[in-house]
């Protein structure tokens, strides 16, 4: 059983707003990943969204939705990782890692899944490895973030650094969207900052 960990608790300096809350095609960034993660053919158990508190219309969903912060906020994705791992189901045997800035990436999920056997299944767009599009099992990123030791203010690449991950190839659906120019390649912004 897979449990989802949805970072959205960084500080958006190139978006310029926060991005979990910027509207685009009429939605939140957040409903866009939380819809699409509802879509996928093998619903997740728990969903922990990691970051500063959102009004989430939990009963919506077909999936448990828990919420965290990595302490102190703004700690990095090492450390929005932990903080979401540590709220994992004790029945989940594999662990997925998403970002609100992309938000049609648990479209790709089921292809990473297949290959998140013994290791960390990493996404790679571009030939550009996206360790905040990744699977893994559940004894591999708890060895990962022992390894790791301290994870504030270091990035989500540091927990791949003594395992060989699986590199998946994926589409487009797999992309991050960094600033507002980007973002309005996948919707119009509705609510673009003044």
């Known amino acids: 059983m897979i449990d989802i960990i949805v970072l959205h608790g960084g500080t ?3 978006m310029g707003c926060d ?4 509207r685009v095609a009429g939605k939140r960034l957040i409903d866009h990943v939380l819809e699409h993660v509802a879509a996928l ?3 997740p158990g728990r969903v922990i969204l990691v970051g500063p508190a959102l ?9 448990e939705i828990a919420f965290t912060q990595e302490s102190p906020p703004f700690g990095g994705p090492a450390a929005g990782i932990a ?5 994992r189901r004790t029945t989940c045997s594999t662990i997925a890692v998403i970002s609100v800035d992309a938000p049609e990436s648990p479209a790709v999920l089921p292809e990473l899944l297949t290959q998140a056997t013994n290791s960390a299944a990493v996404a790679t767009l571009d030939d550009h490895l996206q360790p905040l599009l990744s699977c893994w099992p559940v004894t591999v990123l708890a060895q990962a973030l022992v390894q790791l030791g301290e994870p504030h203010n270091k990035p989500a690449k540091a927990l791949l650094r003594d395992i060989d991950p699986v590199v998946v190839p994926v589409d487009s659906r797999g992309r991050d969207y960094d600033t507002l120019a980007e973002i309005a390649k996948f919707g119009p912004v509705d609510n673009p900052p003044s």
Do not use: N, V
Request: hydrophobic share 40%.
């Open 19 to 22: 991005k979990a809350q910027l």
């Open 83 to 87: 903080a979401g791992f540590s709220l």
């Open 55 to 63: 009004p989430i219309p939990t009963a919506d969903y077909p999936f």
């Open 12 to 14: 958006s300096r190139r």
């Open 41 to 43: 053919p093998e619903l």
